[in-house]
């Protein structure tokens, strides 16, 4: 317990907020926590502070990194609508709100809004005034019950070497984004293991079972089983005190986490530990070797390990509201032909009942993905027979990819099943620069005005790796709070005020071109091109069908003079560290486009035998590769901090090796056929480390063809390529890290070389 002492005016400025609310709703309860003073003011004691307003103070002193001497935080406890009030008398600021997240979000969005602090992925900018002018907000409510956030497969594209500080930084990003229904998935493996083991599964079987760090979630969802593992104890340990962490955490800020349940994925050895058992071989996953087996929740062993399970979990993190339980993500259900809307109408009403079991008032928490990725399983009769027989208070939909499909819409809004609207954004963790700004608003106004959305209670975000265009996830975490009266020509001079702590007339009309260039797409079309993975061409393992590739979304030219924008300002404004972020990142974007031209150039040209042309091309496309991979050493992430987070987690040589592996494999050759460079990543020593050399192998051999006359062998050609994929992963070699000395003329030059890069393959 803390004891803060409040300053007269503060004091003044607390009781009058508290009296204004408390004329509104006499039912509310009051609560608050004031700032230290200085030593020279006299002031009274409040000694008992509650824990809400205490956590939502950290947060802010934890990114300020000095106490908040002018900011007061005043909670009413009522039962409406999450909502927050701003105002400011005589240089102090009162944040007055209803529940921990709202206090946070409002005081985070007023900040950002006066350009006082930002705060993203790479990096934040603090500014606070010693005095703020005087203010009164209007009360602001939020639209949603729910504001949601992450998907299960973060933990794996992101989160597989996360510790407590950058779990920490997350949460508080939680916090100021006003999040409260968020995803939380680390340490189940200490519960499953335990669970096993309880039902015969020894601690070495499990080691052949378990897939490796990097690919747990989708373990998790039943897609896989003992791919690139054993998954070591001391992984599973660390897990198990982080999600400790986590949750404590989570629920100081107001939060109610989304934990795992029971989905029916049972270890291989229980087809014969329970022969009578109603266990399938499910279909094997994008092509993977190996099958998962899933216990019919009808089977009576399926209600005694869910309800397990549950037991187990609640013991380690406690009693939790929402669980989520996913039988058929991505894996269609076995059902028989004359009998189809009963069996799924028996599942989904055993799969609920698993829960309902242990924690009566818990809700079922599913996602949504299934009934979109495989639609033509799932008609409208068929979603409607899964949920028919489960309490429709006792279940929610995360209807978690409208940047691509839209199954509320065709669902009839999930009939009377409460449900949260979200995008994915983000695919893989991959990290192009894509975004839809007038897309998003354009769709959650349509939805609010919609008569056809059934329960809708929340709206979400639900990346899959985290780490990339994080301005995309400021304007999407606005929403929730004013998607009617949010404009994007507006929001952006506001945000870049924030985020770089001036303001510029290039700036504006850079990133009103930005706007029209490359935040102006929903979903980033080309990264599935003709079942092929990859954020550009040069991410993605060459093939001559790619010359058929037309062209990528948005408008490369107003890119390019939006850098240029960007650039006229950028000496002036060097010190400004989130603005030579971005400038990196645009340029990357800009410049990977113009390699691809280059690329389908160059096949192109060997394969028209000209032999010259193509070899101008390669060297230009060489030079701009590795000056792309040298100025990429100024972001975040590169391959050095992703295989050194990697190594850095491991307590053993075998370990290291172990997590490397994974780590490197993950990003690049993922597993099955069908998943390479699903997670592929613009960071150096990925451009010039294994783009580039994979390509130069391709564009060698489509050379040494059109010289020798001798007709190219495509098939030998990948094999080929995936035997050096195969070795690159393997490889133990050091990867170094390089900063840029003087990125701003490593971006002028890669910019002035770019022009020698157009022009379309006809």
């Excluded at 996830?473 to 709070?481: A, I, K």
């Excluded at 391959?639 to 050194?644: A, F, G, Q, R």
Aim: glycine share 6%.
């Amino acid at each position: 317990m803390r004891n803060f002492p409040l300053k007269p005016l503060a004091l003044k400025t607390l009781f009058l907020s508290v009296f204004l609310l408390a004329a509104c709703d006499q039912s509310s309860s009051v609560s608050s926590v004031q700032p230290q003073q200085s030593s020279t003011s006299q002031s009274s004691q409040i000694s008992v502070i509650p824990d809400d307003i205490a956590s939502v103070r950290d947060v802010f002193e934890r990114i300020s990194h000095h106490p908040l001497n002018n900011i007061h935080f005043v909670l009413v406890k009522d039962q409406q609508q999450d909502w927050y009030q701003i105002s400011a008398l005589n240089g102090e600021l009162t944040v007055t709100a209803n529940v921990p997240t709202a206090l946070s979000y409002g005081a985070y969005q007023y900040l950002r809004s006066i350009g006082a602090m930002s705060v993203s992925w790479e990096g934040s900018r603090v500014a606070l005034p010693e005095k703020f002018d005087d203010y009164h907000g209007e009360k602001v409510t939020s639209l949603f019950l729910q504001r949601a956030y992450l998907n299960v497969c973060a933990y794996g594209y992101t989160m597989p070497w996360w510790n407590w500080d950058r779990w920490e930084k997350e949460l508080d990003w939680m916090a100021l984004h006003g999040v409260n229904n968020p995803v939380a998935m680390e340490g189940q493996e200490y519960v499953w293991q335990k669970l096993w083991n309880e039902f015969g599964v020894s601690d070495e079987e499990l080691q052949h079972y378990f897939s490796g760090p990097a690919f747990t979630p989708w373990q998790r969802m039943g897609n896989i089983e003992g791919h690139k593992g054993p998954l070591p104890q001391s992984w599973i340990n660390k897990k198990h005190q982080l999600q400790k962490q986590i949750i404590t955490r989570m629920k100081s800020l107001g939060m109610h986490p989304v934990v795992p349940a029971f989905g029916g994925y049972v270890p291989k050895k229980f087809v014969s530990m329970f022969p009578d058992a109603k266990i399938s071989a499910m279909p094997k996953w994008t092509g993977f070797e190996q099958e998962t087996y899933w216990l019919d929740p009808a089977d009576p062993l399926f209600a005694k390990i869910a309800k397990r399970f549950i037991e187990l979990y609640n013991a380690e993190y406690g009693e939790q509201q929402y669980y989520l339980s996913d039988s058929f993500n991505e894996m269609l259900p076995p059902v028989s032909k004359d009998h189809r809307a009963e069996d799924l109408a028996a599942y989904g009403k055993s799969i609920y009942e698993s829960i309902h079991q242990v924690v009566p008032n818990a809700t079922w928490v599913m996602q949504g993905w299934m009934f979109g990725a495989d639609e033509e399983f799932w008609d409208l009769e068929s979603i409607k027979a899964f949920l028919s027989n489960v309490p429709s208070d006792k279940v929610m939909i995360h209807d978690i990819g409208n940047d691509r499909f839209h199954v509320w819409q065709r669902a009839n809004g999930f009939f009377s099943t409460p449900w949260i609207f979200g995008f994915i954004h983000n695919y893989g963790g991959s990290d192009p620069v894509y975004g839809a700004f007038d897309f998003y608003s354009q769709q959650v106004k349509d939805l609010l005005a919609s008569s056809n959305a059934g329960q809708l209670t929340g709206f979400g975000v639900f990346p899959e790796g985290l780490h990339s265009d994080s301005v995309a996830y400021e304007y999407m975490f606005d929403l929730p709070w004013k998607a009617t009266t949010q404009n994007t020509a507006s929001w952006l001079p506001t945000y870049t005020k924030a985020r770089y702590g001036f303001e510029s007339e290039e700036v504006d009309r850079a990133w009103s071109l930005l706007d029209k260039s490359v935040f102006s797409t929903p979903y980033w079309t080309t990264r599935w091109w003709e079942g092929s993975a990859g954020a550009y061409l040069l991410f993605k393992r060459p093939t001559i069908e790619l010359l058929r590739f037309e062209e990528h979304p948005g408008d490369l030219k107003a890119l390019d003079e939006a850098i240029d924008l960007l650039v006229s300002v950028a000496e002036a404004n060097k010190s400004s560290s989130l603005y030579m972020y971005d400038l990196v990142d645009f340029t990357k974007h800009s410049v990977s486009q113009h390699i691809d031209k280059a690329l389908q150039r160059a096949m192109l040209a060997y394969q028209q035998r000209d032999i010259a042309a193509g070899d101008q091309l390669v060297a230009k496309i060489t030079t701009l590769t590795k000056t792309l991979d040298d100025l990429m050493g100024l972001h975040q992430e590169s391959l050095h901090s992703w295989v050194n987070d990697a190594r850095s987690y491991a307590e053993s040589s075998s370990e290291e090796l172990l997590y490397v592996g994974n780590a490197k494999q993950q990003i690049t050759v993922w597993g099955g056929p069908k998943l390479k460079d699903y997670a592929s990543k613009a960071w150096q020593g990925m451009y010039a480390g294994f783009y580039l050399p994979r390509w130069q192998i391709y564009l060698a051999a489509l050379k040494q063809s059109a010289v020798s006359g001798v007709p190219f062998d495509e098939q030998a050609v990948q094999q080929q390529l995936i035997t050096w994929e195969n070795e690159w992963v393997s490889s133990t070699e050091e990867v170094k890290l390089s900063i840029p000395s003087d990125p701003l003329a490593t971006i002028k030059a890669l910019m002035a070389q770019t022009p020698l890069m157009a022009g379309a393959v006809k």
